[in-house]
């Protein structure tokens, strides 16, 4: 018996919310008194795997398989069901990526385990019951679920549980092969596009968020969410009505209806926090406000605020951070 | 081409969430009841492939109980052509999922669109499974989706970028903006909607994987701290010394 934990890579680097779940499954192995093993997909560095030891991983599979490194959902299927099998896991722990649910939710048929996505905390268990919090309503609430029969998945929330560093262990790298044939990548991607990235830091992943709304007034004031974001290693989001026009891409969009974020600092600017919007940053750990509406409701749900207009504030902060570092 | 286009049924997104005061259940009463947002984008694009291609069919199915029949209705008015509803409480993703693979491989579906994921559970889940079940590929999130005879070119969002991918019938999707402008029923449409055939089934399967023990809501911020526009910097030593977030 043991936990297995899935690692996202990325360019030979082992992304944060996988470092999340990593340390989440080392100390879920240390609930149930046993050991965590990593299985790596994406294009991983060995070197970086071993150090996956800092985070309390004992041992990490590794299929040097070169059509593992774009993401085909069979063949990840395939490779993390056998490793489960191998390892005899009774816990797979993954992140509540785009990649983490589609795998995750395969898994749970081929392997006959319960599944809950969104989980923020660790599990509590006692005796036979195995129950794990769960963001619910798009952050709107929790709930405390409770997953029944011998095997479990876990896909844990981005940047809600803190990735654990053991400076200097170490983790052994193991060859690992789940015999994957051509059919297993039948439905692999025809082509990869990435975004250009401008800022360099990925919303999903970002600690950091800096966002516009319609009070940002066009497309060509831009600049002062990106100047901001970029002095404070942030990536940059918008409102709904902002992509919707075009202003910004539609990944750029949080909210109920777009991406949920959770990052430590979230600073909303020109936007006047409609429940939707409020639904999709409010797990945000600190919520800074700026609007010249002082009535705005985004100021309820905010830690701090500023009553003023956009276009004198925004310049103003950007040159105090700089100022800072 | 016949498509199956899964809907769930969820409070309206302005809904202050409540629970009952045992926190076991969420408070219903006064709620208003919605077609899930990202299933509207599903039933849209499935009947602009059905008016495209010239042929075909699109069934909507949910699987709940008799309270949801106003929204199967509105989604017969946006353009659907029959309804199926599996009549019972929604009590997991894997129990629905249990359900929507039964209805789909009875009726040898082609195309199978769903929904990114719930408002209410989050799951973000029924799509794979469902696509596990029936052994055929799942797309999920998709952004975008061309048909061409039984071929299908999909592109699905992932963390930073997209991938173009290309699926051939049968396969599932889960739907998202910008896939296209979600439709509204009209007043032809209403009227329509009233005679569209609305099967109602039981439900197969084994029961739900896990259940939900207590609800809770997030803790209340503690106020907001205002600080003048004038100095404004003063919120970045704020944001540094006593948030320490920067
Ligand atoms: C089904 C549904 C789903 C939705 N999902 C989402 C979602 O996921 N995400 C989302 O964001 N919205 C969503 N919405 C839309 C939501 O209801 C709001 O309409 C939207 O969030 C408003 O965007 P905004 O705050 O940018 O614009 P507005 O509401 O127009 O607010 C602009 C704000 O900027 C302020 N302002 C103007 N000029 C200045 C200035 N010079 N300096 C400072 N402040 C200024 C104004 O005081 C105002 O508060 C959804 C709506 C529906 C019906
Ligand atoms: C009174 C009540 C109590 C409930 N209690 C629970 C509970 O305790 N635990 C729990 O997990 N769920 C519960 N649900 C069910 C919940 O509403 C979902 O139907 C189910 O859990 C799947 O949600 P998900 O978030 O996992 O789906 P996702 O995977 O997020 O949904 C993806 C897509 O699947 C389709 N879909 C989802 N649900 C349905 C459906 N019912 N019919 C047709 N298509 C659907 C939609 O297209 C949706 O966009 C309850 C529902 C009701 C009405």
């Not at chain 1, 340390?23 to 560095?45: C, D, F, K, L, R």
């Not at chain 2, 909607?193 to 809770?216: H, N, Q, Y």
């Amino acid at each position: 018996m043991s936990v297995l934990v899935v690692v996202e890579c990325a360019d030979g680097e082992v992304k944060k919310s996988s470092l999340e779940v990593a340390s989440y499954g080392a100390q879920v192995a240390a609930q149930m008194g046993t050991t965590a093993t990593a299985i790596a997909v994406g294009e991983a560095n060995e070197a970086n795997l071993a150090k996956l030891g800092e985070q309390g991983i004992t041992k990490v599979l590794y299929d040097a398989e070169p059509r593992l490194k774009d993401f085909v959902n069979n063949a990840y299927t395939k490779l993390i069901a056998t490793a489960a099998e191998q390892e005899q896991a009774k816990i797979i722990v993954l992140a509540n990526s785009n990649i983490g649910a589609a795998v995750g939710s395969r898994l749970s048929v081929r392997l006959k385990a319960s599944l809950a996505t969104n989980v923020v905390e660790l599990p509590k268990i006692s005796g036979d019951q195995f129950t794990v919090k769960r963001g619910a309503f798009s952050g709107k609430a929790f709930s405390d679920v409770v997953l029944s029969g011998d095997r479990k998945i876990i896909a844990v929330k981005k940047n809600s549980t803190e990735a654990q560093h053991d400076a200097g262990k170490t983790a052994e790298v193991t060859s690992f092969s789940a015999q994957l044939s051509d059919a297993d990548f039948a439905d692999a991607p025809k082509q990869v596009v990435m975004q250009d990235q401008a800022g360099g830091v990925l919303l999903p992943e970002a600690e950091r968020v800096v966002s516009g709304g319609r009070g940002m007034k066009g497309p060509e004031n831009w600049h002062l969410i990106e100047d901001l974001a970029k002095a404070l290693g942030a990536a940059t989001a918008c409102s709904k009505p902002v992509s919707d026009v075009d202003w910004r891409p539609h990944h750029e969009h949080v909210g109920q209806t777009g991406i949920t974020v959770s990052p430590n600092l979230y600073i909303a600017c020109g936007i006047s926090g409609a429940i939707q919007h409020l639904a999709g940053v409010n797990s945000s750990k600190v919520i800074v406000v700026i609007n010249k509406d002082p009535e705005a409701p985004f100021f309820k749900a905010a830690d701090y605020g500023i009553v003023g207009d956009v276009f004198d504030v925004l310049p103003k902060l950007t040159a105090a951070v700089k100022a800072l570092n | 081409m016949k498509f199956l286009v899964c809907i769930s049924n969820v409070p309206d997104t302005t809904t202050k969430i409540t629970f009952t005061p045992d926190n076991k259940e969420f408070n219903k009463a006064g709620v208003q009841f919605v077609i899930n947002p990202w299933d509207e984008y599903a039933l849209t694009r499935a009947i602009e492939l059905k008016e495209a291609a010239g042929s075909g069919t699109v069934t909507v199915l949910n699987v709940g109980e008799a309270d949801t029949e106003p929204n199967i209705r509105k989604a017969l008015a946006i353009g659907a052509d029959d309804a199926i509803r599996v009549n019972a409480a929604p009590s997991d993703a894997y129990f629905v999922a249990e359900q929507i693979a039964a209805i789909a491989k009875e009726g040898a579906y082609d195309v199978i669109l769903m929904g990114k994921e719930s408002i209410d559970y989050n799951g973000f889940q029924v799509h794979g499974m469902v696509g596990e079940m029936l052994g055929i590929p799942t797309v999920a999130p998709a952004m975008k989706l061309d048909m061409s005879g039984n071929t299908a070119t999909l592109e699905r969002e992932i963390e930073g970028g997209k991938e173009i991918v290309s699926v051939n019938t049968p396969f599932v999707a889960s739907c998202q903006q910008p896939m296209c402008e979600p439709r509204i029923p009209n007043m032809r449409g209403i009227m329509t909607a009233r005679t569209k055939p609305l099967k109602v089934v039981p439900a197969v399967g084994e029961p739900a994987r896990t259940t939900v023990a207590e609800f809770a809501l997030p803790p209340k911020k503690q106020g907001v701290k205002l600080i003048d526009a004038e100095n404004a910097g003063e919120l970045i030593k704020l944001l540094r010394n006593e948030a320490k977030v920067i």
